[in-house]
């Protein structure tokens, strides 16, 4: 694969569109499974009624893998604290009504590139892109949630430029280390300019093709590219479906920014109440402190039984399949290690 | 093209080697470990499979640690991550998990058994060979 550097390129050119393609298959092809759910998801969604018969039956099949059903129940667990009781039982099909049609697909795209990048990326250099990943994208979703018109999607979508770093990273690891020093350094969140000159290209056009390949459809990945690469000062020149995007990016640079430094946001997140602002800001802290509370992007198949799952109803036959593949990793003292990835 | 089939079921191994022979050389390795030692050895060789067909269930090393163990061995050796050789993999019906988990470990396309020729063949242009 032949990839080039140039200075010169800006992210209109045909060839930087072209090396941002070849930067996304740096994560290689995307399984079909996912593919035909999630292009279901979204025709379900832009017709604007709940999930259809087929989209039902490929989402019943997909977690029926323990390792994916894991990543749901926690990621569910993250974003619906109140929902989850141990009196308050569940079946897996209960986690997938949840969410709507796009949310869904936004969170089965997250549990399988993470764990694809986990995968792919140098281990050492991989942590310096988890962290801010998952305390990012719950931060977004914590953000859109509160305020409606923007709704928990795009704060799931804000982790795929972190999808697009870690194929900088795999490519390009020194590349990368000087990268995440830079950014570090400027406090920034992404340096398109950067990407540029080092890349020929920038992570939001390469996650933009991501959510492209994994069947998020053309509009979706036009509305994500011009809302994240938008100038925060042009959120309302840009066409609706994208202000979202924009917006939570403004206001994940205010967060990061002022309550990472110990300041209050202003007016940012709009006309909110005081009290409904103040129990936001206190989630937010809480969660730049200590980063993800379930880590629900790590979990793997050893995570699904009844003790770590006490409301949710596991098929049998799932739980036969797990303590078989758990008998099968467990380290020399029987101890369960964790699946290699 | 060369290609390396991993398959310990006599049938499905020859039927994919019929299948396979006239677009290239076909080398059945009938367990895990064997497979993995044929694609080192090729690979030192200087004579790399473009394309490998893999089933999960294989006994000694199965499918899934076969394909950790190429994709490993292809990161030590340098090899670009697009450049990677392509696997398919070959499984039962009912293996979401290890469906999934060859996908994050880098797998092209996995196919159902029983095998069959214009899937084989629509799943292995579809992975821009010529066949």
Not at chain 1, 14 to 22: G, N, R, V
Not at chain 1, 207 to 223: D, E, M, P, Q, Y
């Amino acid at each position: 694969m032949d990839f080039q550097s140039n200075a010169t390129l800006d992210s209109c050119s045909d060839e930087s569109a072209e090396l941002a393609l070849k930067y996304s298959r740096v994560l290689g092809h995307m399984p079909q499974t996912f593919g035909v759910a999630i292009r279901g998801l979204m025709s379900d969604y832009a017709n604007g009624g709940g999930l259809s018969e087929g989209t039902l039956f490929q989402l019943r099949r997909l977690i029926k893998a323990p390792t994916l059903l894991a990543s749901l129940y926690f990621g569910s667990k993250t974003f619906f604290p109140h929902l989850f009781r141990a009196d308050a039982q569940k079946t897996p099909s209960d986690l997938i009504a949840l969410y709507d049609p796009f949310c869904l697909a936004a969170v089965l795209s997250n549990i399988y590139l993470y764990k694809r990048c986990k995968r792919v990326c140098n281990k050492e250099e991989w942590r310096f892109i988890a962290e801010p990943l998952q305390r990012n994208l719950e931060i977004g979703v914590r953000l859109g949630s509160e305020y409606k018109p923007v709704g928990m999607g795009p704060g799931l979508m804000t982790s795929f430029v972190f999808y697009a770093f870690a194929s900088f990273l795999a490519h390009d690891t020194p590349g990368f280390v000087d990268y995440r020093r830079h950014l570090k350094r400027n406090e920034l969140d992404f340096d398109p300019h950067y990407e540029l000159c080092h890349w020929g290209c920038t992570s939001v056009q390469i996650a933009s093709n991501l959510l492209i390949s994994l069947g998020f459809g053309v509009s979706a990945a036009t509305s994500y590219f011009q809302g994240t690469s938008c100038d925060v000062k042009s959120i309302a020149a840009i066409p609706g479906p994208s202000q979202p995007f924009a917006l939570i990016r403004r206001w994940l640079s205010s967060v990061h920014i002022k309550v990472g430094s110990g300041r209050m946001p202003g007016n940012e997140f709009g006309s909110m109440a005081a009290e409904q602002r103040s129990a936001l800001l206190q989630d937010i802290s809480e969660t730049l402190e200590n980063g993800s509370k379930y880590r629900w992007l790590e979990r793997t198949k050893l995570d699904v039984n009844s003790l770590d799952m006490p409301d949710l109803i596991i098929p049998p036959d799932m739980l036969e399949d797990v303590r078989d593949a758990g008998m099968e990793d467990a380290g020399p003292e029987g101890e369960p290690v964790e699946a290699a990835h | 093209m060369r290609i390396l089939i991993a398959e310990d079921e006599e049938v499905c191994g020859k039927l994919l080697q019929r299948i396979l022979e006239r677009y290239g050389e076909c080398v059945v390795a009938r367990n895990g470990q064997l497979a993995v030692e044929a694609f080192q050895e090729a690979f030192a060789s200087g004579k790399r499979y473009d394309l490998v067909f893999l089933d999960i269930m294989m006994p000694v090393k199965n499918g899934q640690q076969v394909l950790n163990e190429i994709r490993d061995y292809e990161q030590e050796n340098g090899v670009p991550l697009g450049g990677a050789t392509k696997v398919i993999m070959t499984t039962a019906l009912d293996d979401e998990e290890n469906v999934f988990e060859a996908h994050v470990s880098g797998c092209c396309a996995y196919l159902v058994k029983p095998i069959d020729k214009n899937k084989v063949i629509q799943e292995v242009r579809a992975l821009g060979f010529s066949v």
